[in-house]
């Protein structure tokens, strides 16, 4: 019962998220939201073509593959009737560096814009252990790279909760005005 309690306690702790990936923090908020038919968004898988596998292990290994074409973003899917489309980056530096993002992705999220949807990127500081939603029209302005001032003094931070865990559509409901 002490070991229970411990552990419950441990999930509301703040820094017990150090060690845990952005990536695993959205994918639970978008189970949050699936699960509470607030929005339907998934995690985009990598299209990679599987030239040679070794059936004789089980499970099956694959030996060969290869990336098919080149991925656009990380997650989409539906909210409140629109589109939306994201990628999700961390970064160690005080800075954020735009060469982490491709160019086709770049291209693919305003192109998403332009046509009505919802387009962003959810970028995590690692060392402040802060997360900002950005929205590409913004990102696109800086040449090289962003300042971790700029997000602290201009960009909204999704506050991590307990559930959803990173609530980002609350950014994007007073963004979007939806």
Do not use: W
């Given at each position: 019962?002490?070991?229970?309690?411990?552990?419950?306690?441990?999930?509301?702790?703040?820094?017990?998220?150090?060690?845990?990936?952005?990536?695993?923090?959205?994918?639970?908020?978008?189970?949050?939201?699936?699960?509470?038919?607030i929005?339907?968004?998934?995690?985009?898988?990598?299209?990679?073509?599987?030239?040679?596998?070794d059936?004789?292990?089980?499970?099956?290994?694959?030996l060969?593959?290869?990336?098919?074409?080149?991925?656009?973003?990380?997650?989409?899917?539906?909210?409140?009737?629109?589109?939306?489309?994201?990628?999700?980056?961390?970064?160690?530096?005080?800075?954020?560096?735009?060469?982490?993002?491709?160019?086709?992705?770049?291209?693919?999220?305003?192109?998403?814009?332009?046509?009505?949807?919802?387009?962003?990127?959810?970028?995590?500081?690692?060392?402040?252990?802060?997360?900002?939603?950005?929205?590409?029209?913004?990102?696109v302005?800086?040449?090289?790279?962003?300042?971790y001032?700029?997000?602290?003094?201009?960009?909204?931070?999704?506050?991590?909760?307990?559930?959803?865990?990173?609530?980002?559509?609350?950014?994007?409901?007073?963004?979007?005005?939806?």
């Open positions: 019962m002490m070991v229970k309690k411990m552990i419950s306690a441990k999930i509301f702790d703040k820094h017990s998220n150090k060690g845990m990936a952005l990536e695993e923090d959205i994918n639970l908020t978008n189970t949050y939201y699936l699960n509470n038919n929005a339907s968004i998934y995690k985009k898988p990598t299209p990679i073509k599987v030239v040679k596998v059936y004789k292990i089980v499970p099956a290994k694959i060969e593959g290869y990336f098919n074409t080149p991925s656009t973003t990380d997650y989409n899917g539906i909210y409140k009737g629109k589109y939306i489309d994201f990628e999700a980056k961390e970064t160690k530096l005080d800075y954020f560096p735009l060469k982490n993002i491709h160019p086709h992705q770049i291209k693919h999220l305003l192109t998403c814009k332009e046509m009505g949807g919802i387009s962003f990127v959810i970028i995590k500081f690692l060392k402040y252990d802060k997360v900002f939603l950005i929205d590409i029209s913004s990102l302005k800086f040449k090289d790279k962003i300042p001032t700029y997000f602290k003094d201009n960009v909204s931070e999704i506050k991590y909760k307990y559930n959803p865990r990173l609530d980002y559509l609350d950014i994007i409901d007073k963004m979007e005005d939806l």
